[in-house]
């Protein structure tokens, strides 16, 4: 039984739907899947010189094995891939990212400057602590949905760091600013994407001229030229963020209707299991918590108050089946949402997300499987 390989020959057929872009080394189009009803963004590595297919297929392979890696609601998920060594071509099967750049969202929502800009910084911090290097950033490699959430996409470049955190950048690309001073030494770490990172919103805020951006200071400080000067990094960054928001005061009813809802929220849940993420942003939130408001309106407690739970918590978790939860409890923390800045409303779910990180945390118990699977 041990090292027995296991063959999946059945066909999995999608539909086209339409391409989605051209790059250097390869297509992007959009696919369909009839059997549970989802659209994937199929990523063909095909280079427009068949004669690089084979000097860069590494790099495929490796963008695929950086993506499998990563689970964070600010970057591109990949669900599978089909290598074909032999013909030097392969298929990355991605989540589709409904939206467009990040400097097209800007133009059109100015107003949304400082969430994009913190969730940006929350993704590139992700990356920084499993040590993984972007190194192409750009406006059209960081994509705002429908939803406004920040999908960092396009790890063709990206590699893991060494062990002292440094990388030779050993890429030519078309950049788009000045460069930092550590290029003028080969050298590419996470200070450098720092710098690209503060480089693209000073662009794209000095363009647009947008006046409501309040992380100015911060923003100088990822943009300086010498990296000794510059902040070191993204963990740097997301708490200079949060000094700022701390100067967001809440009323005494804020905090009031805050608390009640953490209380039965925290109360519902007993554990969560290890692997268990957290939905965001907060906007995405109110919404499903507005649908369920709406089928229970005209109670007094929520029938199942799992559904809240369901809300915040990704994953499985074990719950109180004598916890019950106040339907005006619920209409309350909604109001809140909706009636707050968005400054409130991430620093809201951030407290959230500290009463659930502490909660205990189990292992999910594999399911028993089918006489059918081969193993």
């Known amino acids: 039984m041990d090292n027995q390989v296991i063959k999946f020959v059945r066909q999995k057929d999608f539909v086209l739907e339409k391409r989605l872009g051209q790059g250097a080394t390869g297509n992007t189009v959009l696919l369909h899947d009839p059997v549970i009803n989802e659209r994937f963004a199929c990523k063909k590595y095909e280079p427009a010189n068949p004669a690089h297919a084979s000097q860069f297929f590494d790099a495929f392979v490796r963008e695929i094995k950086l993506l499998h890696l990563i689970n964070h609601p600010n970057i591109v998920r990949v669900f599978n891939y089909h290598l074909f060594p032999k013909q030097n071509t392969g298929y990355i099967l991605m ?3 409904s939206g467009m750049d990040i400097g097209t969202h800007l133009l059109i929502s100015q107003d949304d400057i400082n969430d994009i800009f913190t969730q940006t910084i929350d993704g590139f911090a992700y990356l920084e602590k499993n040590g993984i290097l972007h190194r192409d950033i750009r406006e059209s490699n960081i994509l705002v949905t429908s939803d406004n959430v ?3 996409i396009d790890f063709g470049f990206g590699k893991r760091t060494t062990s002292d955190g440094n990388y030779n950048k050993s890429i030519s690309l078309n950049w788009w600013c ?8 080969s050298l590419y770490d996470f200070r450098t994407e720092v ?3 503060g480089k693209l919103f000073e662009k794209i805020i000095s363009e647009l001229q947008i006046e409501s951006f309040k992380h100015g200071d911060l923003l100088d400080r990822m943009c300086r030229i010498e990296p000794e000067g510059r902040i070191g990094s993204f963990s740097e960054a997301k708490s200079a963020i949060l000094d700022t928001d701390f100067g967001t005061d809440f009323s005494d009813d804020e905090r009031q209707v805050y608390r009640e809802f953490a209380d039965g929220l925290s109360n519902l849940l007993r ?3 290890n692997d268990a993420k957290y939905y965001s942003p907060a906007s995405v939130i109110a919404t499903k918590l507005e649908e369920i408001y709406r089928k229970v309106m005209l109670e007094n407690f929520l029938p199942d ?3 809240v739970s369901s809300c915040f918590v990704n994953g499985a978790y074990r719950y109180s089946t004598n916890a019950y939860f106040e339907v005006d409890v619920l209409k309350n923390f909604i109001a809140l949402l909706r009636k707050t800045s968005r400054e409130k409303q991430e620093i809201i779910l951030a407290n959230l997300h500290s009463r659930l990180d502490a909660k205990p945390r189990h292992t999910q118990t594999p399911p028993e499987m089918d006489d059918d699977i081969p193993f």
């Open 195 to 197: 710098y690209f990172v």
């Open 305 to 307: 108050p799992t559904v």
């Open 178 to 185: 000045d460069l930092p001073s550590e290029f003028k030494n």
């Open 150 to 152: 920040v999908k960092i």
């Open 271 to 273: 554990s969560i299991e």
């Open 95 to 97: 989540e589709y990212v």
